[in-house]
T-cell receptor
Framework: DGGITQSPKYLFRKEGQNVTLSCEQN?????MYWYRQDPGQGLRLIYY???????QKGDIAEGYSVSREKKESFPLTVTSAQKNPTAFYLC???????????????FGSGTRLTVV | AQTVTQSQPEMSVQEAETVTLSCTYD???????LFWYKQPPSRQMILVIR??????QNATENRFSVNFQKAAKSFSLKISDSQLGDTAMYFC?????????????FGQGTRLTINP
């Protein structure tokens, strides 16, 4: 079955460490996204990528980095510069709007990151 | 900037009742897409319903329907014959186009509880 796989489900980070969250999709979607979810708040966009080897900052990109070397993969690195990284992170993908699709996103099941 | 507002942080109804969740948005675009997503305790984001702004007819998916009022920039979700499995966070989202990309902007969510 096609879908998006995020791993790990739970991740613990020590102060000063960088950690990388994995996101893989087999839907042949062109665009991929990373969102952060905090209690009492909606989802906020961190980074997005429309095509391979290209990505743009979202609304809260500071302290995060991404890469898009393959169409299927869009890993997110939470760097030590992110002062409050404890949150739930969701990866999503969508059809490129140029192909006529505006059907929203397909989401992964998320990664819960906790600073210890 | 586009914003999405959900004015009801929490709602609670009895099983089999009908419930309406409110959503308003702000945009200067004339053509856009609106979505309702459901996030159950598993935290998986699930698309509930989608509305294209240029269509006058309100979207319907089984027990879920919307009341789309374009002039008022209102997009409410009605759940009929509510079931225990409808218990979840519900997010309203607006799709905006920026630089050729399509990005979803989310409201803060409404926590809906269906009581037996």
């Amino acid at each position: 079955d096609g879908g998006i796989t995020q791993s790990p489900k739970y991740l613990f980070r020590k102060e000063g460490q960088n950690v990388t969250l994995s996101c893989e999709q087999n839907l042949n979607h062109d665009a991929m996204y990373w969102y952060r979810q905090d209690p009492g708040q909606g989802l906020r966009l961190i980074y997005y990528s429309q095509i391979v080897n290209d990505f743009q900052k979202g609304d809260i990109a500071e302290g995060y980095s991404v890469s898009r070397e393959k169409k299927e993969s869009f890993p997110l690195t939470v760097t030590s510069a992110q002062k409050n990284p404890t949150a739930f992170y969701l990866c999503a993908s969508s059809i490129n709007p140029g192909t006529g699709g505006h059907y929203g996103y397909t989401f992964g099941s998320g990664t819960r990151l906790t600073v210890v | 900037a586009q914003t999405v507002t959900q004015s009801q942080p929490e709602m609670s109804v009895q099983e089999a009742e009908t419930v309406t969740l409110s959503c308003t948005y702000d945009t200067s675009e004339s053509n856009y897409y609106l979505f309702w997503y459901k996030q159950p305790p598993s935290r998986q984001m699930i698309l509930v319903i989608r509305q294209e702004a240029y269509k006058q007819q309100n979207a319907t998916e089984n027990r879920f329907s919307v009341n789309f009022q374009k002039a008022a920039k209102s997009f409410s979700l009605k759940i009929s014959d509510s079931q225990l499995g409808d218990t979840a966070m519900y997010f309203c989202a607006f799709m905006k186009h920026q630089g050729g990309a399509q990005k979803l902007v989310f409201g803060q969510g409404t926590r809906l509880t269906i009581n037996p």
